[in-house]
């Protein structure tokens, strides 16, 4: 752990510079828009150690496959998130020295994230080795207004002499990945020009031919009056830069104003894309840099209007939520169906791929709260869109009959990932899809959702698990034999009690869903089944027999459900009695070591539980909970916010918290010595999920709301705000009493403490807190 | 499978050429020496499709591992078997056009491997495109007699008129491996020279600098006739080149004798190493091409005499054994302890290494029974000296206190293979290694290397066993969790038979061990004891705890050995009732197909019976046997011989000749169409243990050899030699009776259908055939 930013309720600030750590801020400081991202790379030369990054949504490189030893059914290529043209550089040299933070004596350093108004600033007095002092003062955002624009204002002030100034914006398309198998290019590059004040250059992906074209345009002010420096344009193969050169008084302030266009043929048509992007940097600068600023900060306001969750009396707390919360809204904007929610967002290279089960399990849980239901809505479609290829993925590995196995990741649907152990046994994978409908539907409504699209995905999802179990003349009864369940420190196990209980839930919940399709939309589903040749008879049955025959592992002694089978041969130990020294277990043990112990990554059994809370009684939950509970190292980002939830369940809220305020600065305190790889995006969803589910206890219950506050005895208040099938609530949690508030223009039923209340529109109700 | 070489009992012979097997002749061509070896390559150029192959023992390339994903104890390295210096070419041109099979046309090609006196032959009548028509014969060796040196008698004869030919041989040290997993060379040139009739280079590998000196003469002779051409020489990095000119009457022949050695700084100082060639070289040309030849022939004489299996009746067997004896004794001669027995021997890059557990498991029984104790005892005392490393490689791993765990697969005792589940799970190795040790002291009455070497290793090896079970409270008893058996189609699994069972075989024949070298050698065990800091109270006492409380799974309807736990949850379904498009396995279903499967690579339980086949009756055998060839597919060309053994011990011998057949002729007829990487040398000893334990049902017990012989219907009789505890004996059985010969100057006693006879010196018993 790491306690080097300060803690502030809604900016991330680094006060001093440590080279050692760049890489890491270049990832917590990274700004985007749901469009691109990227790191928070300086604009000016840098010649310490940096990662760079831009990234560009939907837009990747299928690098061939690494294996070690091929095995049938591994996927050609895995797709990588691609380092995309560098639109934030300018280089600047002062007296023909180039300023260079590796370079100069730094006097002073600030780095600013503003969450609250999505920039990202810099300020520093730098000493060159020449002696020259000079005070830099930067700012930059990538639009939320336009999601194709970004602009940056670099302002350079010489603080003991006058000076020769010589300011370089750039567009770069020569861009590497440092994650590449091969060590390829991905990138060719097609035009580049320079003219005036602008600068274009288009590059095109390798193999996948995405287009993405950049344009700049400089301006430069002299102590906030417009100057007309002479351009010099230089030109060159995926490169396109200008020179200013101006004589700068000591004292005197020299701003470039570089506002830049990214757009990409995801959008636009090849042949018209320089035209277009011409255009929308032309409106851009028509705008200009303040117009630009405010109309991206109006958006942020509206995000934290819906989704802002305020703590009073604990601001490492405040700040770990509204750094997650943030992130998110940057990576993720939910308005188009072709894009997912990668594990590292536009922080960093890693994992490549843009989709895992994360979006599902904890992802989508807090779109439902925070957004219109458009948003989650996109979120399946693009599983929807992605059915074909699903079925062909399942396909290859030996089903039949349009049963679907969605990849473990994906960019564009096919399977990226190659370890047998996941990308074939991981198959949990397919009930969180199927969750994730119902998830969804329970929350909105959207019954016509279900109907039209989710279904089809059910039948396909369904007819997997029905070909995947098979019968045990044995135990007479259906098994799944060779899973690798979320707990992935054991691989190719049989029955693992969580993908038993999935596979059995969404052929259940499958069911349901075509009796309600034929009451609803009898043609509708009459046309679904034609399509998907579906067997009303012989399948349903089938569906029902494993339903009913379906074998569970449960321990008789202690009453708990069994991760799987033979988990009880392994020696028992529990968490508290490993040494310290071993911890943590996937850098200090040997994989097999990992394997044959009792120790979890993260607890299916508890996953299932939280899933299907309702089926389970306290005395169930518990018992299940403290055998797990201790036998978990949590050394998935993903692990600790369900035991949060449950925890809070139980009641045990020192350990709710603990695990909370662990989870929710994973980053910012950079727990795990990684974070210069790029943030865990997908698990900062896990900590939302902890505050709504966790401590205040958000149910839905039959179309209901429902609300069971507690509060980390830290904190002297929590408040949040939640959309749920069309309403607005706000939810006031405080030391004594609980204030639900009604901002809809219709009344809403909820249930607090096993109460129910019906709040008339823009109005509140005030319950006394159950503190029991 | 492929009926392609002509059936013949001493030579394979392929009539006519077809490119697109060129690989695959090759590689069954192949001929060594034991120190190095080479695929039958063209001497002249050839620019069809070939794998250039040159390899000489113990030199190899740690290629950096290539992995998908990283997991905690992988090794850095594989030891890549490594394409050395071609020292064979030699180029020809007629007429200045090139002679090059690929070009021309063929109006006749013979290759002979004369598989009696170990020499390859190729006589062929080519046409060049320009029309002239030549006649070619090569014949060549690799010394067995002085294994640095080799030669090649190359004769050209134009048909049709007079030509102009040029001659180039030539050594090339600028030679590739195509199995490289960064496509990096892997060797640097030190030297070349060329002067006189003589070239020179010297290579020395990248990383393991072993330094690899070839030498060459040339001598050419005219219709008999020494000629003396002028040699032009050319050397360049690597490459040494001489050139003859001669013009050449229609109908007279031109034979060039190229004479080479091939040293290494294995064997020799590397300040030496060139003059060393020069000398070795200089004795051999002298000795001249036929005495060189005579003194070859006399070594593979002397190898025949003691290993030769002869059938009479059956070509194809006798073909198919001869061809897999001759293949091991050229691939290893046992006379260098830091020398093993690789995959594909010298015949082929695959699988880089030189040594797996085929070593101990299957070419041992052959090397006991045809070669001098010597030759086993160098391949365990290999072992023992890599003990250091195997301990060291438990400690990765996790283990402590002297345990050690051989690797999968090793040059110098450090593991090189990466999947996990194989890596770190496949322990049985171990177990193989230990039973090795007790094969060899049974048949050679050595307990001398037992209490001086083998004791050490078995400590070893039983601390890890020791180790690596765990108690299960859930069953208590101890278990061995997460492994993989020989079944490679199984991985990760709990409680594997085979595994259990040769575990506690191990602690008990160390315990044994133990105890007898207390007796015999008290002084020697003290030393021992505290080397090893053995703690001869606690770690026997623990050992006995566990053989007293080992769990073996057992499956009680069927009243046989269960492979594993969970085994009987899978869909039981036997091999007769697969389609035959789906076989074979690994090529048409997915990986996590064939792990669900209850399909059997090769039968764990019945390696196991086949060991230990003294404990149990013949009906338990027979049940386990029924249950499990039932369901093995034989997709190891490890399985079958097995099966022969143990089919013949039940007197199933139809079974036992089919699958005799297969595995005998597996490379010749190319059953799993991947000859072309090279030959199963491993594989090829277990053909032996099928005739010699499988039909002539060779056992020891007591300190005597036993046999039950048994003949497929179709041949008339079998017989070979074996060598038991100094003495020789010829066996041959024909239908109606038994003949042992005694060829020692002593008596031996042998048990033949369960009568004992005592056989007087340099006579005969002869036994009436048991046909029950």
Redo the contacts between chains.
Sequence with gaps: MNKYLKVDPWCIIEEGFDGKRQRSSESIFSIGNGKMGQRANFEEQYTGSTLQGTYVAGIYYPDK?????W???YPEYFAKVLNAPNITGINVSVNGESLDLATCRIESFRRVLDMKEGTLSRDFIAVLPSGIRVSVSVMRFLSLDNPETGAIRYGITPLDRDCEIIVNPYLDGNVVNEDTNWNEIFWKQLHHEAAGNEGYIIAQTLKTEFDVACGMHNELLLNGETVNAKPVHQSRTGYAEITYSIRLKKNSRLEIIKTFALLSSMNHEKKRLLHDTKQVLKSAVKKGFTAMLNAHREVWSDIWQHSDIVIEGDDEAQQGIRFNIFHLNQTYRGDDPRLNIGPKGFTGEKYGGSTYWDTEAFCIPLFLCTASASVTRNLLLYRYKHLDKAIENAQ???FKNGAALYPMVTMNGEECH????IT??EIHRNGAIAFAIYNYVRHTGDDKYLIEYGLEVLIAISRFWSQRV??????MKY?I??VTGPNEYE??V??NWYTNTLATWTLQYTLETIEMAKQIDPSGYKRLAEKTKFNDVEETARWKDIIAKMYYPYLETEEIFLQQ??Y?????ITVNQLDSGQKPL??K????????SCFIKQADVLQGIYLFEDRYDTETISRNYDFYESRTVHESSLSPCVHVVLAARLKKMELAYRLYLRTSRLDIDDYNHEVHEGLHITSMAGTYMAIIEGFAGKRVKEGRLVFNPQMPPKWKSFSFKIIFRGSHLKVEVSNNRVVITNESDHSVEVIVYDHDYDIAENSSVEILRNKS
């Design positions: 496959t690494k294996v070690g030893w095995k049938n059914g290859k590995l030996g190659n370890e047998w152990e074939f046994e098979n019968w045990s003349g044995d135990k098994v034999l060779g691989n190719n049989n029955n089978d033979g009880m041969d392994k020696e028992q996937n850098q043990w040997s994989w097999d070591r990992i394997l044959r």
